[in-house]
């Protein structure tokens, strides 16, 4: 035990080193996070501009980092491309396809866009963090998928390495999380220092009560899976060598696996023996055939106290599995098969005079439990830049224009608001000054009157308007941005063509961010694939569309993935190629998709635009595309149809009842 403790605290002494090593590396980078988000919100702190000239807090800011950042959300989220590599696997992508569009239905894909939009192009990136939670669980399934966004300053990447998280031999977290939630989580009581300032943003510093600070540390183990090591101050709270592998609670007496909550159990048969007596840890079958029947019986609350169903012992032991074992055959929702336990003659020794004897050895299946190898933090860049592990920041390209701008703000400001009129008079005449209409002078004599006159002292702000426009417009040069993208007013294109090609020239400037974030959702459908595939036990429902707009249900099942070689192993096929389908942006636009629609209808796409069976097809692609009544207008052409075919037929040009059955018929229908 004490070496353990050892063994242990050396660990938590190397990760401390290292967040400390790798920390003081990151810090260049880290000083800018708060200062970029102070000037995405209009900080009014401005730096001198020339020589001799003093700091100065500007009175009005425009805020051209907000502006020209908010100009490129994109609030479209990627859907899922999944390539099969083989042709026999389509029916599986397909799947896979449904099951991705699902869940970024399920989780809150909405929200974190919307904070990944912002955050990617004033840091440079921003993180994606996958998890699988296994306290969600409904009533036939346990675990889900979780998705969260993770703030680069939020993390301490490896020193040295720029190219991508997945080159990293290690990389830290550091999330803040309440005392009562550790406590929950890993029965640890956390007491000690509050959170870090720094990772909860500038608006509030100060540190809160009853928060630390969880550091996280992925790694590659020595077999090149990911482990986990996790920490609050000098408490060790997670210690996984091989984070991603399946791990069971087993008796430490007989290896049956520890019961759930609720998990219903058989009973012993009638002849007092179990179905699956336990010998040395390898359960052993007692009537295979299942002649007897057995009733279900509730397995006690696990936790304190439980007893194994089988042998009675109260100790569990937590233990890494390799092999999943089937004992009793069965087949996925879409036919793999899978069989159960066989016989194997085993040699036995029986007394003294070692008489050889056979005995009928039950052997399950076994199949090798799925590991994603793979990090679960994501990173989705701005622009990739040589030698930064986050890409280009938006606010550091137009830090100095911000700057030059709420100067001269300032400027313009001062020179208008401190113009006015100024009078002249006699050194001894008097003024009434109160708010009547009529005023009146006292002077010495006439020649006094001439010395009375009006004088307006206007600020000249013409040169310092263009410098001050000039500004702007090398800012928007700068991201790349146009009066087309951004909707306004645009007088260098005189046609809707002109407009349309305006605001394509536009959008290939900023195609490169939308490659990147293309990429990152890429590879964020390609780990929740392989999430699922490890931990998804259950068949999980998934839902889709057909031709006619109707919802299909279909689910997604891992032992579909399950096959075997030529030598009778067992391997899962997680051969797919993940991209972004590009079309779909244009597919959720409602609006532009109902002027194709119209578009290809006019011009014969569908057929002769005056047929009822045009029309009718027509129709039935905008019901899809979820166009008001689109569905009764196709009812209203398909009985107009109908009644001219009946028509035909009553004049003798179409045989009587066309779409009845002979049957139909028959019976007068």
């Not at 006690?300 to 599995?321: D, L, M, S, V, W």
């Amino acid at each position: 035990m004490n070496n353990g403790k050892k063994e242990q605290r050396r660990k938590l002494e190397l990760w401390q080193q290292r967040l400390e090593k790798n920390r003081l590396a990151y810090d260049s980078v880290n000083a800018k996070f708060d200062e970029r988000e102070a000037l995405f919100k209009g900080r009014r702190d401005t730096t001198p501009c020339t020589d001799g000239d003093s700091k100065k807090s500007a009175y009005h800011v425009r805020n051209i980092v907000s502006e020209l950042i908010e100009s490129q959300v994109d609030a479209n989220i990627p859907s899922p491309k999944v390539t099969p590599r083989r042709k026999e696997d389509e029916k599986l992508a397909k799947i896979i396809e449904d099951m991705l569009r699902d869940e970024l239905d399920r989780l809150p894909f909405e929200t974190m866009n919307d904070i990944m939009e912002r955050t990617v192009p004033i840091q440079g990136g921003s993180l994606f963090l996958l998890e699988w939670d296994n306290s969600l669980r409904t009533h036939t399934t346990i675990g889900e998928l979780s998705v969260s966004v993770i703030h680069p300053k939020q993390i301490v990447p490896q020193d040295g390495i720029y190219t991508s998280v997945d080159d990293m031999d290690y990389i830290i977290l550091k999330l803040p999380q309440t005392k009562e939630m550790i406590h929950r989580r890993y029965q640890v009581d956390v007491s000690g220092e509050e959170e870090e300032p720094e990772i909860k943003g500038t608006e509030n510093s100060a540190p809160a009560q009853g928060i630390v600070t969880q550091y996280s540390a992925y790694y590659r183990n020595e077999k090149g899976g990911i482990g986990l090591f996790s920490w609050v101050n000098d408490t060790v709270l997670e210690d996984l060598t091989d984070y991603q592998c399946r791990r069971l609670r087993r008796c430490s007496q007989c290896g049956a696996v520890e019961p759930l909550s609720g998990e219903t159990l058989p009973l012993p048969s009638k002849d007092g023996t179990h179905p699956f007596e336990v010998r040395n840890s390898v359960f052993w079958e007692a009537d295979f055939d299942g002649k007897q029947e057995y009733a279900p019986q509730a397995a006690t609350k696990q936790g304190a106290g439980q007893r194994c169903p089988y042998c009675g012992g109260t100790r569990f032991i937590e233990r890494n599995e390799e092999y999943e074992e089937v004992w009793l055959p069965k087949s996925s929702i879409h036919g793999v098969w899978i069989p159960g336990a066989t016989k194997q003659e085993a040699e036995t020794n029986l007394g003294e005079e070692h008489y050889p004897a056979t005995d009928a050895v039950w052997e399950p299946t076994r199949i090798p439990y799925y590991k994603p190898d793979i990090y679960p933090v994501i990173l989705q860049k701005s622009v990739s830049v040589f030698g930064q592990l986050l890409g280009d920041s938006d606010v550091d390209k137009i830090i100095d224009q911000q700057n030059t701008s709420n100067r001269l703000a300032t400027k313009i400001l001062d020179k208008l608001l401190k113009a006015g009129s100024f009078a002249t008079l006699p050194a001894d005449a008097s003024i009434r000054t109160d708010s009547e209409d009529m005023k009146y002078i006292r002077l010495e004599n006439a020649a006094d009157k001439a010395m009375i006159s009006v004088f307006d002292m206007e600020g000249n702000v013409e040169q310092d308007l263009v410098m001050y426009n000039q500004i702007y417009e090398e800012a928007r040069n700068i991201i790349g941005i146009t009066d087309s993208y951004q909707g306004r007013r645009d007088t260098t294109a005189t046609s809707g063509k002109a407009k349309e090609f305006s605001a394509a020239q536009a959008a290939g400037r900023l195609e490169s961010k939308r490659i990147m974030k293309n990429a990152a959702y890429a590879r964020l459908f390609e780990v929740m694939f392989k999430f699922k595939l490890a931990y998804a036990d259950e068949p999980r429902m998934v839902t889709s569309r057909n031709l006619n707009g109707d919802l299909q249900y279909d689910a997604f099942d891992r032992y579909d993935f399950l096959q075997q070689d030529e030598n009778g192993e067992w391997y899962w096929n997680d051969q797919f190629l993940f991209s972004c389908d590009t079309s779909a942006s244009l597919a959720s636009n409602r609006e532009t998709m109902w002027q194709e629609t119209r578009l290809n209808l006019q011009q014969g796409a569908f057929g002769d635009p005056a047929s009822l069976d045009t029309l009718i097809l027509f129709w039935t692609k905008m019901a899809q595309l979820h166009y008001p009544c689109a569905e009764e207008t196709k009812r209203y052409l398909q009985e107009k149809l109908n009644e001219q075919k009946q028509m035909a037929a009553i004049s003798g040009n179409l045989p009587p009842y066309p779409e009845a059955t002979t049957q139909e018929r028959s019976r007068g229908i």
